[in-house]
């Protein structure tokens, strides 16, 4: 089942998460912070950190006094189609795969005004932000992005997913995996800005 995600995560708020989506799953109900920290080896006021970090990014709901006070926020069944073209890589840069077909996204992802359109992520290095290989994101088309931003770009070796960044007054791309060393083009152009995230991710 593809999990929406509306913010990107760091790698243990994945792995939190992912804990307690599979637990849910099978047990019927959500793992207690004991049972969380117990599985990760963390203190209990840590765990509730990482919890509270999942509620404001929009994963979780938390009842403050219930002991088993986590639960996962319903997708929301207002959803949007845009399409989908193809693949984008996370990684050596690759051409996209521009076959258009619609895919359904939560609308909440999608301004009123701008064109979107989906990509599915082809490699590992935006993990640091929570962008995994196959996960699907969602794009807003446009030629201009801020430092910082995620964004789909185009160099002279193909199209990619990276943050952009300056340094000299000159525009780079920023991988957020240490494994990858950023790339400074001869030509760079900006296809679009990262907006949302659906995660692929079977249990």
Known sequence: MNKIIKRTLTPK???????????????GYAPSLEEIGGKFSLAVSTVH?????????????????QPRGVSLFEE??????????GFIAAGIPI??????????????????RG??????VKGNSMIEDG??????????????????????????????LKQLKYKDGKPYLQPKNPKYKPIFPDRLEIRGVFKGLIRNNPI
Do not use: C
């Not at 064109?115 to 599915?120: C, D, E, F, G, S």
């Open 131 to 160: 962008i995994w290989d196959k996960d699907i994101i969602v794009v807003k088309h446009q030629f201009t992005a801020d430092a910082n931003d995620t964004v789909v770009a185009v160099t002279e070796d193909g199209a990619t």
């Open 13 to 27: 708020q994945k792995e939190i998460l992912d804990f307690i989506t599979s637990f849910t799953g099978k047990k």
């Open 49 to 65: 950190q990482h919890v509270n970090a999942l509620k404001t990014k929009g994963y979780l709901k938390k009842e403050e006094y």
């Open 95 to 112: 051409e996209p795969i521009e076959n258009p077909e619609p895919i359904k996204v939560p609308r909440t992802m999608i301004a009123n």
């Open 115 to 120: 064109n979107y359109y989906a990509l599915k």
């Open 76 to 85: 929301s069944p207002e959803t949007v189609e845009i399409p989908m073209l």
